[in-house]
């Protein structure tokens, strides 16, 4: 059976919530009862893989400790005027980390997808024009096989662009256009209403 350890700052942390703390997350947003009606085992297993994924973005400020396995709790960061803290998570990053455990419950190869074959994901020339020298550029996504504009980005927000819109500031993006390191802090962030009757439901798959 999984085992989840959401000691703040421990050496064997394995997920920034518990399940009791991810089902009351879950209660507060739309469609929150299909999560909490999955069994245990499966919720457990999807927070731990949600949060292996989420481990993968680059996020302000500085671990707190270097013992620490987990990426959080950070020092030393802000966003929209909350300051992170050794002594908790931010409410958006746990949120964010159901929000991904949710989406993996239902498809748990939803971010490893199927093998698009030998070729790296990365930047190929299109198309070539010789007069006047007019070269076109496009990216290829190992992962789906198919072409993308977001092969730059972890394939965390790759397969769940909408999760950079609710982490907001809190994590660093790379512009594939420029190279340079952007900070998300002007970012509109779609509503996480409680549960009630609003236009999208966050814990089904997202209609991006």
Do not use: H
């Amino acid at each position: 059976m999984a085992t989840l350890d959401a000691t703040l700052g421990g050496a064997t942390s394995n997920t920034y919530v518990d399940l009791a703390e991810a089902d009351a997350i879950a209660a507060n947003l739309y469609g929150g009862e299909l999560w909490i009606a999955r069994p245990i085992e499966e919720r457990s297993i999807s927070l731990l893989q949600s949060t292996m994924w989420m481990e993968t973005l680059d996020y302000v400020g500085l671990r707190c400790t270097a013992t620490q396995r987990l990426k959080w709790p950070r020092s030393g960061g802000t966003c929209d005027g909350v300051s992170a803290v050794c002594t908790g998570i931010p409410y958006k990053v746990k949120e964010a980390e159901v929000l991904v455990a949710f989406q993996l419950a239902i498809d748990p190869n939803a971010i490893l997808g199927e093998s698009g074959g030998n070729a790296p994901s990365g930047t190929f020339t299109k198309r070539q024009k010789l007069g006047d020298l007019e070269i076109e550029y496009a990216q290829f996504n190992a992962n789906t096989g198919t072409s993308c504009d977001n092969c730059d980005e972890p394939p965390l927000l790759q397969e769940y662009p909408w999760l950079a819109a609710i982490l907001g500031c809190w994590i660093y993006v790379i512009s594939g256009d420029s190279g340079r390191i952007l900070t998300r802090d002007c970012c509109p962030e779609p509503a996480l209403s409680p549960t009630g009757v609003i236009s999208e439901n966050y814990m089904s798959t997202p209609p991006y």
